[in-house]
Each structure stands twice: as structure tokens, then as C-alpha cells.
């Protein structure tokens, strides 16, 4: 994988959740040590309506569960109060539906008051930030933006500390055919492969090309030269994409799994017990957010 020169002004970072969450007025003094966390039953907090992710990791889920029932909830989970002694919640529901496999009857949660449109911003900036959700998932949590709160693109972008053209192009993914943006979802195409199949104007090619393309694993720039040589023959590369060679089951399972984690196209290569790991991005944000999973600076 080669590692381009990081433009530090073009990293997606958003705003940052603080300075979307204007304090709730305290009632009490324990409300009022600056917004200190408190200990709220999880029976009395409704999940969150605005929430973008669709697919949670079972795996994952459970093994934050183990470490919730051992160490407890080490980051607060961020709430709003309703009426009738209830909350909603912002922010945090992997570890709120982790609480309760645990087997936890509290959850420590700091107290905000925000509108329906703060809650759902919110919601989706705790998630871009945290870089685990799929394209599509994003894709129509920017579209819900716009359909329910009349957000400009300009607006979302920067809402979310994304690129105007970015979200344009995540929105543009509602177009493919539903069974596309299913295996866009589930990662069997990455954003680039979809990005590069809206270059077709009628859904059966774009559900053709995307066999194809799965069928062969391409990578998206191998998809880029197949789907020019379609729409241009002239451009055709002499010769046809060849099948991957078969891969070891356990070699993909392990590939499936750090594409569901990274969210990003992963190829492993393994020859006898040696071999590499090959990540593609397909945008500059992409790439930011892998270096801030690995911890680089």
C-alpha cells in the first residue's frame, strides 16, 4: 500500500461532538459539576430514532459486553431527557445494547438538551467519526438529512468535516439497484467499485457489471478499466480481467473480517504461512481514518 503525503487541511475531523451539544440547565447541584456523568437505569432509556448504523458485529458486540461486565462503561453514553422521567439516546448505543447483554441495570450517561435535527446530526457525526459505517449506511443518513431537516449539501458537508463532492457521491449511491447497495453493504463492493458503477445509465448493466466485478474480485481499479471498456470498446484492454485463484477458507474469513472492521476493500495474500495484506482506499478520508485506527500519527 503506498502512503501519500497527508494534506492535514483536508482531514475529515467534523466539529466534534462537544460544540454540537449545548448544555441542559442543571436542576440539581450533582447536574451542575460541568456536565458530569450519572448512572441512569437502562429500562428507562428508548433507543435512538436518528440512528445511521444498521448492522452491528455480533462479535464485536459480545466482546464489549465481556469487557462492560469486567470494567464497566469506561466512556458515558450521551442522552436527552422526555417527558415522563424517560431519556432518548444520542450517542453510544453499541455500548447501551452492550450494557444490557452484560447484564447491567445502569449506564453512566451525560444529560444534553437538543432538537430532533441536533440529535440526528449528532447521531451521524458520532458515527462518521468513528469511521464504522458501510457506504450505504451513509449514504442514506445524508439523504435523510436532506429529506427531513432540508440540509444543502454544502450544509452536511460542513456539518460532518466532509467534502462537498464527497457527500454528493454518497448520496449518488442511492441510485444504484437495491441488490447493488446490498452488496455494497455488506461489503462485498467497496465505495470506490460502487462510485465506479454509476458510470452506466440503466440498472441492468450496473447489475451485470456488479456480478462480474464480485465474481472476479476485482480491485476498483481493475473495475475502472473493465466498466471504460464496456462503455468504450475502444478502450478495451486486450485482454479479459482473469478470476482470483481460490483462497483458503480460513484466509477468507479472516479477510471478511477485517474488511467488516475497516470497512474498506482488503485482500490477503498468503503463501504457505507468508505473504500480504493489500488495503485499498478510494478517498482521502478513507485513508485518514485507517491511519488513526493503527494509531499512527
Not at 442543571?26 to 460541568?34: D, K, L, R, V
Not at 437505569?41 to 436518528?50: G, K, T, V, W
Not at 457521491?169 to 461489503?187: A, C, M, W, Y
Not at 482488503?266 to 493489500?278: A, L, P
Amino acid at each position: 500500500m503506498s502512503v501519500p503525503a497527508i494534506d492535514t487541511k483536508r482531514r475529515a475531523l467534523g466539529k466534534g461532538l462537544d460544540s454540537l451539544l449545548p448544555r441542559i440547565q442543571p436542576s440539581t447541584p450533582a447536574e451542575a459539576e460541568g456536565g458530569q456523568p450519572r448512572e441512569i437505569p437502562l429500562e428507562l432509556i428508548d433507543q435512538n430514532p436518528f440512528q445511521t448504523r444498521s448492522q452491528v458485529n455480533p462479535e464485536q458486540l459480545s466482546e464489549l459486553a465481556a469487557s462492560i461486565a469486567a470494567n464497566g462503561v469506561v466512556q458515558p453514553v450521551l442522552v436527552r431527557p422526555l417527558a415522563g422521567g424517560r431519556f432518548q439516546l444520542i450517542a453510544g448505543e453499541r455500548r447501551w445494547r452492550a450494557s444490557q447483554i452484560a447484564g447491567k441495570k445502569t449506564v453512566p450517561a451525560i444529560l444534553r438538551q437538543v432538537s430532533d435535527e441536533q440529535a440526528m446530526e449528532i447521531t451521524i457525526v458520532e458515527n462518521l467519526q468513528r469511521t464504522d459505517l458501510n457506504p450505504m449506511e451513509q449514504a442514506r443518513a445524508f439523504e435523510r438529512l436532506s429529506r427531513e431537516f432540508h440540509m444543502t449539501q454544502e450544509q452536511m458537508a460542513h456539518r460532518t468535516g466532509k467534502d462537498r463532492a464527497t457527500v454528493s457521491n454518497f448520496i449518488r449511491l442511492l441510485k444504484l439497484p437495491s441488490t447493488v447497495q446490498d452488496r455494497v453493504e455488506s461489503g462485498e463492493l467497496t465505495f470506490g467499485h460502487a462510485r465506479a458503477l454509476l458510470a452506466f445509465e440503466h440498472a441492468e448493466e450496473i447489475e451485470k457489471a456488479a456480478r462480474r466485478i464480485s465474481s472476479l474480485s476485482l480491485s476498483v481499479r481493475q473495475t475502472e478499466s473493465y466498466i471504460q471498456g464496456l462503455i468504450d470498446p475502444s478502450r478495451k484492454p486486450n485482454k479479459e480481467p482473469k478470476p482470483a485463484p481460490p483462497v483458503d477458507a480460513n484466509v477468507r474469513d479472516a479477510q471478511e473480517r477485517l474488511q467488516r472492521t475497516l470497512g474498506l476493500k482488503v485482500t490477503v495474500e498468503d503463501h504457505s504461512g507468508h505473504g500480504k495484506v493489500i488495503i485499498e482506499y478510494a478517498r482521502l478520508e478513507d485513508f485518514d481514518a485507517l491511519m488513526e485506527r493503527f494509531g499512527v500519527k
